[in-house]
């Protein structure tokens, strides 16, 4: 069974950067687009971004383009959210996901993906 373990989140001011790390169990990593989403307190969990299952494509919700990078190493089974310039309302809790389907393109809905991370908590203080 396959399984996703998050790590880097913690407290950094405004303006700050983390680095979130997923690392994925299992022998199927490289065949699947992986995403992360991000839920803060009271909200819905939302889309933050996602990478195709060779890493060539990437895909990001509006508000972080420009600030996050995703990335994979497949070799490492392990994907990366490179977080920059954050901002207080960046503060969630951060999960990784993998798709249901193998080798289909990333996406940004929640319900195309079906393996989840317990997740890992980013605040950013002002």
């Known amino acids: 069974q396959v399984q996703l373990v998050e790590s880097g989140g913690g407290l950094v001011q405004a303006g700050g950067s983390l680095r979130l790390s997923c690392a994925a169990s299992g022998r199927t990593f490289s065949n699947y687009a992986m995403g992360w989403f991000r839920q803060a307190p009271g909200k819905e969990r939302e889309f933050v971004a996602a990478?195709?299952?060779?890493?060539?494509?990437?895909d990001y919700a509006d508000s972080v383009k420009g600030r996050f990078t995703i990335s994979r190493d497949n070799a490492k089974n392990t994907v990366l959210l490179q977080m920059n310039s954050l901002r207080p309302e960046d503060t969630a809790v951060y999960y990784c996901?993998?798709?249901?389907?193998?080798?289909?393109?990333?996406?940004?809905?929640?319900?195309?993906?079906?393996?989840w991370g317990q997740g890992t908590q980013v605040t950013v203080s002002s």
């Open positions: 990478i195709s299952w060779g890493g060539g494509t990437t």
């Open positions: 996901a993998r798709k249901v389907l193998i080798r289909t393109p990333p996406t940004t809905r929640l319900a195309d993906f079906g393996v």
